[in-house]
C-alpha cells in the first residue's frame, strides 16, 4: 500500500498468513478394471505433512504399503509384486499427520469391484 501527503511517499507492507486445516478422506470401493473411471485407491488429503497406508487381504497379509510426504498415495489393486489382485473387501490401516500437528489413526474397509 502507498501513501502520499504533498511531497512526502511512504509503503508499508503487511504478511499474511494463511494455515489451511489438514484433511483425509478415505475411498471405500475401487474397481481398477482399466475404463479409467474409478480404477485406484485415492486418497483425497490437503495439507498433510506425512502419511502412511497398509492394506491387508481377508486373511491379515500385507498387500499393500505406501508412504508419502505429500499425500498422494494411490493403490491399483495390485500386490507388492505387481499381481492384480481378486475382488473382495481389504483392509487398511492409515497413519497421518496434518501440517496442522492434527494426528490420523482411521482403520477400516476398502471393496474392490472388477
Known amino acids: 500500500m502507498f501513501v502520499v501527503k504533498g511531497t ?10 494463511v494455515e489451511l486445516p489438514s484433511k483425509l478422506e478415505v475411498p471405500n470401493v475401487f474397481t481398477p478394471n482399466g475404463d479409467g473411471s474409478n480404477d485406484v485407491f485415492f486418497l483425497k488429503v490437503a495439507n498433510v505433512a506425512e502419511i502412511n497406508a497398509i492394506i491387508f487381504d ?11 510426504t505429500t499425500g498422494n498415495i494411490e493403490w491399483d489393486g495390485k ?36
Open 8 to 17: 512526502c511517499l511512504d509503503t508499508v507492507q503487511k504478511v499474511i498468513k
Open 58 to 68: 481377508r486373511w491379515g497379509n500385507k498387500v499393500y504399503e505406501s508412504t508419502s
Open 79 to 114: 500386490s507388492s509384486a505387481g499381481k492384480e489382485l481378486p475382488a473382495g473387501t481389504y483392509f487398511y490401516i492409515i497413519k497421518a499427520t496434518g501440517k496442522d500437528d492434527k494426528t490420523y489413526d482411521q482403520k477400516g474397509n476398502v471393496s474392490i469391484y472388477r
